[in-house]
């Protein structure tokens, strides 16, 4: 079958042949096995399933975790007249009919789903009645707990497979180590998949670090870097605060047309500059994580990382998003110790105490406002102070754990209650609410505002005035529901069963995360080993080459900002107390103890250094003191509270210096 895939190959995409991951995944498929394939951003992971879709009787499922991601791939399939559809919130009732058409009468080969589309009953009920010839799933890192972005809605793909009576399973990712592996076959019931994993190195692509020991320099040497490099590219940071101050950095220093991109904007602009970018009307693109699944440009020169990423799973993939065209492109991380806080904030944020989850499903029970919808994201925020990031990753945890799901509604729905049945003096506003009467079930009636235009003839905004009208008349009550996700409460208390499972499994993924971000960190104080090495070595691959040409270091123009920097007196009072307190206290407390911080307990104000750095600001204090740690004058005693604690190093200095307060 793999030379009748090979033809599809040449009329639908206009290659010759495949590459060689490709084949060994596409012909595990054809021959209907259960396959789990690794292959790198820019590797073809959708002609995987795009090729045997065409060779197969019925229809392929292909399960996608972004609307954006299955349009871009719609719109490719329809420049091309390949036979795809989607079915999702955003498409309208006659495509949806087009598309279940083409698919009963075996005309349309490949479907696109989101995980979330099983929730409703009569797709459910419809789709179990056609012929799944192949259920793939795409970024099936989003299975497994331990990848790095889980979601709750593709554990349950496994109990759906099983109701479609089984069909071969494809899972596609770019970035799994072996751990992430098991888990996303084990997740999905195969026993004994065929795992293919492609080469994870990308030797067009010249890996940098920089470390840097203040905001300042870490921007002029961005500066630098970007009139060296040509466009276009892509610059991530971690915050949307970080993208707006580096944006307003770089307007007045570098003569590049600029973009900024992040999920806060509205879809229209996010669109808009999306499409400049893959169009070069933008030659440097600000962005953060939200940017970049399924965005297809070859020829993106350079990736910067501002701030470093949580996992090198993350920093692999959007690294990943350059030289697609096979030519040289750079990819640059820049390490300030101070951003290992960003990090640290999003690892305790993502991992809510079960305190926190049991705050956040009280507040969904008793809240007053409902409907509830996920966009009130601040209000439950405000109510449990708790941060945005945090509540949300809370109502992530108490949708997996089985205590609130979402209803999904994809349009304003309108719920009327008819009080009194009598005619109305307007004959237009009468003709209308006897439609109303006509369509309602003992006087009660629940729909979509769109099935009231399609009967009435009325636009949206017509009706919401005629209903208004009709209730002001006190004829009718009626109440409108936006379109949006509503949270529904399943269990509105913790069993002690759950409760002591999620203390147990949520102590495992904190330090889990802490150790995937120690590695980040150990990737970047690589001062004298290859860093395509240890890249490849931590995805399970082995290289053994001496010096790879291609990394700052095998080139030798790494260069240690960090170690080039002097002691001062902010240095040395920091130095005096650590040996003061040698390892009694963390890097936060000695900071607002330097500082003078009075919210602090009492007993820290005796202290003779309490408030020995009155002068300076708290986050300087803080900067200084991870820059001592960088250049081991101080070290950090790992434990359950990390301490602080004086290295020979350090103490030589304030023997040297003979200082004294």
Not at 76 to 83: G, T, V, W
Not at 271 to 280: P, S, T, V
Not at 536 to 559: A, H, M, Q, S, W
Request: with cysteine; net charge positive; hydrophobic share 35%.
């Amino acid at each position: 079958m793999i030379n009748k895939a090979i033809e599809y190959l040449k009329q639908y995409f206009h290659y010759d042949d495949f590459r060689l991951g490709q084949k060994l995944i596409i012909e595990s498929v054809l021959d209907k096995k259960d396959t789990v394939g690794i292959m790198p951003t820019g590797g073809g992971k959708s002609l995987c399933y795009q090729i045997p879709a065409l060779c197969f009787d019925g229809v392929t499922i292909v399960i996608s975790p972004l609307i954006s991601l299955m349009k871009d791939q719609m719109d490719f399939l329809n420049s091309i007249n390949y036979p795809a559809g989607m079915l999702n919130s955003t498409v309208d009732y006659f495509y949806q009919n087009d598309v279940k058409n083409r698919t009963e009468n075996g005309s349309l080969k490949l479907l696109y789903l989101t995980p979330e589309r099983f929730k409703n009953k009569n797709f459910y009920e419809w789709l179990l009645k056609q012929k799944i010839s192949l259920f793939c799933i795409d970024e099936a890192h989003c299975i497994s707990e331990w990848g790095h972005d889980f979601r709750p809605e593709y554990r349950k793909l496994s109990a759906i497979i099983k109701d479609l009576k089984n069909p071969p399973i494809l899972a596609l990712t770019a970035t799994a180590t072996e751990e992430v592996r098991d888990d996303i076959a084990k997740s999905l019931g195969i026993n004994k998949p065929n795992v293919f994993v492609s080469g994870f190195n990308r030797d067009n692509l010249i890996y940098g670090v920089q470390n840097h020991i203040s905001f300042e320099k870490k921007n002029r040497a961005l500066i630098e870097f970007l009139g060296k490099v040509s466009s276009p590219g892509i610059i991530y940071v971690s915050s949307i605060k970080e993208g707006e101050n580096l944006l307003n950095v770089l307007s007045s220093n570098v003569d590049k047309k600029l973009g900024i991109y992040h999920g806060s904007l509205a879809p229209k602009i996010r669109k808009k500059i999306q499409e400049d970018f893959l169009e070069n009307r933008v030659d440097i693109l600000i962005a953060t994580n939200a940017f970049g699944m399924g965005v297809n440009k070859p020829d993106i020169r350079f990736v910067a990382h501002y701030n470093v990423p949580g996992t090198i799973e993350a920093y692999y993939q959007e690294t990943g998003r350059a030289g697609r065209d096979g030519k040289t492109s750079y990819c640059l991380l820049m390490h300030l110790t101070d951003d290992e806080r960003i990090q640290q904030f999003f690892i305790e944020s993502k991992n809510p105490s079960f305190e926190d989850l049991a705050n956040v499903l009280d507040i969904i029970v008793n809240v007053k406002r409902k409907p509830l919808y996920t966009d009130d994201i601040t209000l439950l925020a405000g109510a449990s102070n708790l941060n945005s990031f945090k509540v949300e990753a809370a109502m992530k945890q108490l949708h997996f754990l089985g205590y609130i799901d979402f209803e999904y509604i994809r349009d304003m729905k309108v719920n009327i209650s008819i009080i009194k049945d009598k005619n109305v003096v307007d004959d237009d506003l009468n003709t209308f609410f006897e439609e109303i009467k006509n369509i309602s079930r003992d006087n009660e009636l629940s729909c979509f505002i769109d099935a009231l235009y399609k009967r009435t003839g009325y636009m949206r905004d017509d009706i919401i005035e005629k209903l208004d009208a009709l209730q002001k008349l006190k004829l009718i009550k009626y109440n409108k529901i936006k379109k949006g996700k509503i949270i529904k409460i399943l269990k509105n208390k913790f069993t002690k069963a759950d409760k002591l499972n999620y203390i147990n499994k949520i102590k495992l993924k904190m330090e889990f995360d802490q150790a995937k971000f120690r590695e980040v960190v150990k990737f970047c104080s690589i001062s004298s080993d290859c860093r395509r090495k240890f890249l490849l070595n931590y995805f399970g691959e082995e290289y053994n080459e001496p010096n790879c040409g291609k990394c700052d270091v095998c080139r030798g123009t790494y260069i240690s900002n960090v170690e080039n920097f002097s002691i001062q007196l902010i240095h040395k009072k920091i130095l005096y107390c650590v040996f003061l307190r040698d390892g009694e206290v963390g890097k936060q407390k000695i900071a607002k103890i330097m500082k003078g911080s009075y919210d602090l307990e009492p007993r820290y104000r005796d202290w003779d250094e309490f408030g020995m750095l009155k002068e300076a600001d708290i986050k300087t204090i803080a900067n200084e003191i991870n820059l001592l740690i960088k250049t081991k004058y101080l070290l950090l005693k790992q434990g359950k509270y990390p301490v602080v604690t004086l290295s020979i190093k350090g103490l030589n200095v304030l023997k040297r210096e003979s200082f004294k307060i």
